[in-house]
């Protein structure tokens, strides 16, 4: 129900393509670290002026507008591991509902589980994170904790429950 549903996206900074992704196109990236415009980054690098960030302190979100109010079953988000180059795992996405665009407005569904960057086993690759849920709204927020400087996505899914 997110394809091709509009986003905004957290903070006041472009870094990472925000302005050529679209993460609700239906097409997710190849399943490799080969970063390019169809990524998105969530960017936390303490050391730069926070008004250039997209993810102040390190958290981020994305918004969608559903359009309408939907009974969802399922939430899942492409995201990217190369701990070579210093692009982790998050330390966790938060699956968020409302009906308003309020952010304070959202309330917790569900966390999404990652993979170890810091593990041999995942540290270079792309995969689908996903919960299932059982909730209603018309707004899904998608939480996401940067674990370092960036947090690669280039896709997110939501289904309904029918």
């Given at each position: 129900v997110a394809a091709g549903r509009p986003y905004t996206i957290s903070g006041s900074g472009t870094p990472g393509a925000q302005d050529a992704t679209n993460l609700t196109d239906g097409i997710a990236g190849e399943d490799t670290h080969a970063y390019d415009a169809t990524w998105f980054g969530f960017y936390a690098n303490p050391g730069m002026d926070p008004s250039v960030l997209n993810s102040p302190e390190g958290k981020g979100y994305v918004i969608i507008d559903l359009g309408e109010k939907k009974d969802l079953s399922q939430v899942r988000i492409h995201c990217g591991n190369n701990e070579p180059s210093g692009v982790h795992s998050p330390a966790w996405f938060d699956v968020k509902v409302s009906?308003?665009?309020d952010v304070d407005s959202f309330e917790y569904v569900a966390e999404v589980p990652v993979k170890d960057s810091t593990t041999a086993e995942y540290a270079d690759m792309a995969y689908w994170a996903e919960v299932d849920v059982n909730t209603?709204?018309?707004?899904?927020?998608?939480?996401?904790?940067?674990?370092?400087?960036?947090?690669?996505?280039?896709?997110?899914?939501?289904?309904d429950a029918q």
């Open positions: 009906d308003s665009t209603s709204g018309r707004y899904v927020m998608i939480s996401v904790q940067v674990n370092g400087t960036w947090c690669w996505i280039n896709e997110i899914e939501i289904y």
